[in-house]
Nanobody
Framework: QVQLVESGGGLVQAGGSLRLSCVASRRSFSSYDMGWFRQAPGKEREFVAAITWSGGSTLYADAVKGRFTISRDNAKNTVYLQMDSLKPEDTAVYYC??????????????WGQGTQVTVSS
């Protein structure tokens, strides 16, 4: 079992930046690929970004490519999502997840509770 706790969400103006963090409870964190997903009100949860267990490969949704950066620090059991040039359409609850590489929610076995990101225009 892996417990994940996200932090770093908040209210920001369009064009601003936020950095989300997700801390895992277990040392086995380094054996998991990690992903970030988001869910806006009335919409399905969607893929945002993923990173392999080593940090050697990353993957982004087209909507965030060039603006968001996923990274991880296995020594700290933490994965990050740096979000720049934020847009109102980025407003959502952001979730981190641990599991196997990919863009599908079904690839990930463990989920955090989510952190709210609100971008004002």
């Amino acid at each position: 079992q892996v417990q994940l706790v996200e932090s770093g969400g908040g209210l920001v103006q369009a064009g601003g930046s936020l950095r989300l963090s997700c801390v895992a409870s277990r040392r086995s964190f380094s054996s998991y690929d990690m992903g970030w997903f988001r869910q806006a009100p009335g919409k399905e949860r969607e893929f945002v970004a993923a990173i392999t267990w080593s940090g050697g490969s990353t993957l982004y949704a087209d909507a965030v490519k060039g603006r968001f950066t996923i990274s991880r620090d296995n020594a700290k059991n933490t994965v990050y999502l740096q979000m720049d040039s934020l847009k109102p359409e980025d407003t959502a609850v952001y979730y981190c997840a641990a599991g196997a590489w990919g863009t599908s929610k079904g690839n990930y076995n463990y989920w955090g509770q989510g952190t709210q990101v609100t971008v004002s225009s």
